[in-house]
């Protein structure tokens, strides 16, 4: 059976009385009976007149506990026709979407396998907005990602996009969520982390447990489980702000693809294409080796990076294409610097907060 629970955070604000702009809600049980009535014009009214419960939070949680209560399939099927078309329809901010979005995903446990089967395509059809109304609650609960506006996912690739395709891990088309001691105390939290499982499926989230936080063994394997180990990374308090690009060379460090805007790496100067050989006169072995390191800094904490600036994309270059390139040079030993990094957070902090 369905426990309907509403949260509290999220219902607080809605009114109780149905929408007046749909006219005066009907008693919804004699209402349900004529959806089974042998005349087909009776069906159709009390169809009709079924939507007008989506219009509240009220309404809907009165569909929600009649879906609970075991009914007959065609009524199972009308109440779940009008939530997928709320659900379609509605801002991804309002309460009621997010009262449809539990329902939904409630009913997606039933052991009813009709309602538990066409509840689960239902978010699977909608996926984008499922997505759009977790993302939108999460950021009311003050929870750390990027983007804030779920909006912005769409913007540059739309949800149609194959999974794997080479989208930058710093653009908004990457949800980025951060778990740190910071991150929402309530289980609702995490609960709303998991509605978000699509992403997974299309690449496109990455979630880092960051040192702090308060997840358990458990939690984290599911996320693991739910989104795949390459998109559940665990780190330490600060970020460089690199990503490595692979390296073919014999030597050991790590080779930077491309560093993000306003990053501890692009304030110091770093830029694509530099490989870094030592971080504190201590060899670099390779990423892992760099992260490891990394985990043992503080916010705010200053590391000395010797860098080098590779060979490496000019040779594939030449490689690729030889013609359109003077001849290699004889090879020299490339010039070392020494770069002092000033290590900062994860995402910039929220100034609405004190």
């Known amino acids: 059976m369905l426990v309907l629970a509403a949260p509290a955070a999220v219902w607080a604000q809605a009114a109780a009385e149905p929408n007046t702009a749909l006219g005066p809600q009907p008693p919804l049980t004699p209402l349900l009976q004529q959806l089974t009535a042998r005349e087909f014009s009776q069906r159709q009214q009390a169809v ?18 009649a879906l609970a209560a075991n009914p007959a399939p065609e ?5 779940l026709e009008v939530l ?10 309002t309460p009621e979407i997010c009262a449809t979005a539990d329902i939904l995903e409630q009913a997606a446990l039933a052991k009813r396998w009709d309602i538990a089967e066409t509840s689960s395509q239902i978010l699977d059809r909608l996926w984008t907005t499922r997505v759009n109304v977790a993302v939108a609650e999460l950021v009311r609960l003050k929870a750390p990602l ?51 499982s699509g992403m997974g499926r299309f690449g496109r989230i990455s979630i880092y447990s960051i040192q702090g936080n308060s997840l358990t063994a458990e939690q984290k394997s599911t996320l ?15 970020c460089l702000g690199i990503l490595q690009e692979p390296f073919f060379g014999e030597d050991s460090g790590v ?21 870094i050989t030592s971080m504190n006169d201590q060899p670099l072995q390779d990423f892992d080796d760099l992260v490891t390191r990394l985990k043992e800094c503080q916010v705010g904490q200053q590391i000395r990076l010797e860098v080098t600036r590779s060979q490496q994309r000019q040779r594939l ?16 030993a490339p010039a070392k610097r020494e770069v002092v990094v000033t290590l900062q957070g994860w995402y910039p902090p929220d100034p609405t907060e004190n």
């Open 75 to 79: 009524v199972a099927r009308r109440i």
């Open 224 to 238: 693991k489980s739910l989104f795949g180990d390459t998109r559940v990374q665990e780190r330490g308090r600060v």
């Open 146 to 196: 990027q983007p804030k506006d779920p909006r912005l996912l769409w913007q540059e690739y739309g949800p149609d996009a194959a999974p794997g395709f080479a989208l930058n891990p710093n653009s908004n088309s990457i949800l980025r969520i951060y778990i740190d001691e910071h991150w929402p105390e309530s289980p609702r939290a995490f609960e709303l982390l998991k509605r978000l």
């Open 84 to 93: 997928e078309h709320h659900f379609s329809v509605t801002d991804s901010s």
């Open 317 to 332: 270059q030449r490689m690729l294409n030889p013609a359109q390139l003077p001849p290699e040079p004889p090879p020299a």
């Open 48 to 65: 009709n007149q079924l939507r007008q419960f989506a219009g509240s939070v009220n309404g809907l949680q009165q569909l929600g506990s």
């Open 255 to 275: 080779l930077i693809g491309s560093v993000e805007k306003n990053s501890s790496a692009d304030k110091a100067g770093l830029q694509g294409g530099d490989l």
